[in-house]
């Protein structure tokens, strides 16, 4: 099966940085995704990793482990608009994406 | 349209009765997700169909909900005598064949209630 664990909520002050975690477990892994959901709105895409590494964007940046089933999520220079849940989902061996719970980030000016 | 449309928006009916929930995906993408969503919560997985067929329907809570992609488009999502439980928001997502950017497209949902 799969199961995907991240922090229910988190503070952060407009312009620090913040690290949201993911650990997961999976049967077959096709690569592990972030996205941004405002409230009331459809979750939009931010990240997607199948490597090991550190994928850049901008002020976001995703990792990935798959021997350690750990990814993160990195934003800098926050603002206030990045107030949001922050969603991990794995792709498994099938292409069955499985979201985790979200983790509600409340910027703090 | 450019993205996925979902139909209705908004939907409220009665405890026991049946509803349809309708999804078009982006044009050319073969991949079809349904998720359901309730405040607080992640997206929980429904159903997945590749091309025509369902690819994965484990996500489905019970017999009461079946979903339907007939031509490999349009995704119908049925709930057969609704309950209050029921009452969420309903996502659709697709995805293209190539799937390079590993990127799901969302539609904007169908919230439904249940009375």
């Known amino acids: 099966g799969q199961n995907i664990d991240q922090p229910t909520e988190m503070t952060a002050t407009e312009g620090a940085i913040v690290q949201i975690n993911c650990t997961y477990q999976t049967s077959g892994f096709n690569g592990l995704f972030w996205y941004q959901q405002h409230a009331g709105e459809a979750p939009t895409f931010l990240s997607y990793?199948?490597?090991?590494g550190l994928e850049e964007k901008g002020r976001f940046s995703s990792f990935l482990s798959r021997s350690k089933g750990y990814s993160y999520l990195l934003l800098k220079e926050l603002q206030m608009k990045d107030s949001a849940s922050y969603l991990c989902a794995v792709a498994g061996r099938d292409d069955k994406i499985i979201f985790g719970k979200g983790t509600r980030l409340h910027i703090l000016p | 349209g450019a993205g996925v449309s979902q139909t209705p928006s908004n939907k409220v009916t009665e405890k026991g009765k049946y509803v349809e929930l309708r999804c078009d995906p982006i044009s050319g993408h073969t991949a079809l997700y349904w998720y359901r969503q309730s405040l607080g919560q992640g997206p929980e997985f429904l159903i997945y169909f590749q091309g025509t067929g369902a690819a994965d329907d484990s996500g489905l809570p019970n017999d009461r909900f079946f979903a339907v992609r007939p031509e490999g488009s349009v995704s119908t999502l049925k709930i057969q005598r609704t309950e209050r439980g029921d009452s969420a928001v309903y996502l659709c997502?697709?995805?293209?064949?190539?799937?390079?950017?590993?990127?799901?497209?969302f539609g904007e949902g169908s919230r439904l209630t249940v009375l």
């Open positions: 990793n199948v490597l090991d």
């Open positions: 997502a697709s995805s293209s064949p190539s799937w390079d950017t590993g990127e799901l497209f």
